[in-house]
């Protein structure tokens, strides 16, 4: 799988999880959490040398800023291959 690939696969996974993360439900809230904080650490695993670790407490906490992230990381990609 390429590295552009792989952010896809993070990207749609991450945003069939967006409704959960709004759940009422705290059991399907924190479910949905631990999944979204697996996936910020797939890609930040994945893109060491591209993106800086600083910018995983961010993403963390931030889901809009997550998607930005993995959109620009896409274009990093497209522009240096």
């Known amino acids: 799988m390429t590295p552009i690939e792989s ?3 993070i990207q749609s996974a ?3 999880l967006q409704q ?3 759940s009422k439900d705290k059991v ?4 949905a959490q631990e999944r979204y904080e697996q996936w910020v650490d797939r890609f ?3 893109n060491v040398n591209v993106v800086e670790p600083e910018k995983r407490n961010i993403c963390l ?3 809009d ?4 992230l993995l ?5 990093y990609y497209q522009l240096n291959n």
């Open 14 to 16: 991450v945003l069939d």
């Open 44 to 46: 930040f695993r994945e």
């Open 65 to 68: 800023y997550f998607l930005k």
């Open 28 to 31: 399907v809230f924190y479910r």
């Open 61 to 63: 906490h931030d889901f």
């Open 20 to 22: 959960y993360l709004q």
């Open 71 to 75: 959109e620009s990381t896409i274009e």
């Open 7 to 9: 952010i896809y696969e």
